[in-house]
């Protein structure tokens, strides 16, 4: 009888654990369903429709195009405008990121230290970014063109008096300045929260040990800023690369062509030159370049992890 017992009761848990794993999977199913949905019909449909359109010469409204193959992407290869505006967008990267890093991270390991006024001043350097690039642009292009030429010609100020917009090699100065002050704010964020991980003993024993600030700060307090320096380069080249509104608000793609980024020129192919399959394969290659990129990215700085050899 015992022996039964045994088996009967062994049978009846093991039915109801699988049925509670059954349950389980479909509360799971039923709760993800949504989102899953919803990413399939904004993302991975949009994805494949777009390879798709890309292989085409669709012109974006009339219901009746060719199948070219791989004829856009290779004409691509060899547009000059798209090469040049591809030049622009790496130059405006590297300028965007160091420029972002280097004051995010400075004003983080400030606003981390007893300053006074420390949390008014974090909502101050934050609130830049509540406001839309475009705002920021407008307000930006005011500034250039009226605030900054008379200031400089009221002070006497030749360089001053100028718009730094007005020329073919000043213009993306204009606009790396405008997208640091209004992009700073979050990598600064998450600076800010990494440093809570660093373990303050550290820095303690590498001080009694004789270690100066720049030792301490390059040894201790940048390996544990590794997962954040992550995340901010790869949204900070993404954003790079892709930079828009503040071109549409301050350049409009010029002097000539001169600030014409590679979103600003698939914006042009696209919606005023009627060439959307071609415009398609311009940003699949875009996609492909900011992909590689983070990969690379990603697996270079995680190796300097903590804990990583």
């Given at each position: 009888?015992?022996?039964?017992?045994?088996?009967?009761?062994?049978?009846?848990?093991?039915?109801?654990?699988?049925?509670?794993?059954?349950?389980?999977?479909?509360?799971?199913?039923?709760?993800?369903?949504?989102?899953?949905?919803?990413?399939?019909?904004?993302?991975?449909?949009?994805?494949?429709?777009?390879?798709?359109?890309?292989?085409?010469d669709w012109d974006g409204i009339s219901k009746k195009y060719n199948i070219i193959g791989f004829a856009n992407?290779?004409?691509?290869?060899?547009?000059?405008?798209?090469?040049?505006?591809?030049?622009?967008?790496?130059?405006?990267?590297?300028?965007?990121?160091?420029?972002?890093?280097?004051?995010?991270?400075?004003?983080?390991?400030?606003?981390?230290?007893?300053?006074?006024?420390?949390?008014?001043?974090?909502?101050?350097?934050?609130?830049?970014?509540?406001?839309?690039?475009?705002?920021?642009?407008?307000?930006?292009?005011?500034?250039?063109?009226?605030?900054?030429?008379?200031?400089?010609?009221?002070?006497?100020?030749?360089?001053?008096?100028?718009?730094?917009?007005?020329?073919?090699?000043?213009?993306?100065?204009?606009?790396?300045?405008?997208?640091?002050?209004?992009?700073?704010?979050?990598?600064?964020?998450?600076?800010?929260?990494?440093?809570?991980?660093?373990?303050?003993?550290?820095?303690?024993?590498?001080?009694?040990?004789?270690?100066?600030?720049?030792?301490?700060?390059?040894?201790?307090?940048?390996?544990?800023?590794?997962?954040?320096?992550?995340?901010?380069?790869?949204?900070?080249?993404?954003?790079?690369?892709?930079?828009?509104?503040?071109?549409?608000?301050?350049?409009?793609?010029?002097?000539?062509?001169?600030?014409?980024?590679?979103?600003?020129?698939?914006?042009?192919?696209?919606?005023?030159?009627?060439?959307?399959?071609?415009?398609?394969?311009?940003?699949?290659?875009?996609?492909?370049?900011?992909?590689?990129?983070?990969?690379?990215?990603?697996?270079?700085?995680?190796?300097?992890?903590?804990?990583?050899?």
């Open positions: 009888m015992e022996v039964v017992r045994t088996v009967w009761t062994r049978f009846f848990d093991r039915t109801a654990t699988q049925s509670y794993a059954r349950s389980s999977s479909r509360i799971f199913l039923i709760l993800t369903l949504p989102a899953l949905l919803l990413h399939t019909a904004f993302f991975a449909y949009p994805v494949v429709m777009g390879f798709f359109f890309s292989l085409t992407y290779l004409e691509i290869l060899k547009d000059k405008r798209f090469l040049d505006s591809l030049l622009f967008s790496f130059k405006y990267t590297l300028l965007a990121v160091v420029l972002k890093m280097a004051i995010a991270l400075a004003l983080a390991l400030l606003l981390s230290g007893n300053v006074k006024f420390r949390n008014f001043m974090r909502s101050v350097f934050f609130f830049p970014a509540v406001l839309s690039l475009i705002t920021i642009g407008l307000i930006f292009n005011q500034i250039y063109y009226e605030i900054l030429p008379k200031a400089g010609e009221a002070l006497g100020i030749e360089w001053l008096s100028v718009n730094i917009l007005g020329s073919a090699k000043t213009a993306i100065y204009g606009l790396i300045i405008t997208n640091v002050w209004h992009g700073v704010a979050v990598p600064m964020i998450i600076f800010l929260a990494g440093l809570t991980s660093v373990p303050k003993d550290l820095h303690e024993a590498a001080r009694i040990d004789g270690a100066t600030g720049l030792q301490r700060f390059f040894s201790i307090t940048l390996p544990f800023l590794i997962p954040m320096l992550n995340v901010n380069l790869v949204v900070t080249i993404k954003g790079g690369l892709t930079v828009f509104e503040s071109i549409v608000a301050l350049t409009d793609g010029g002097p000539g062509t001169s600030t014409e980024s590679i979103a600003f020129l698939i914006y042009r192919h696209g919606l005023n030159e009627f060439k959307f399959g071609y415009a398609t394969a311009e940003s699949i290659y875009i996609f492909l370049l900011i992909a590689f990129i983070s990969f690379i990215q990603l697996k270079w700085l995680n190796k300097k992890e903590v804990g990583q050899l």
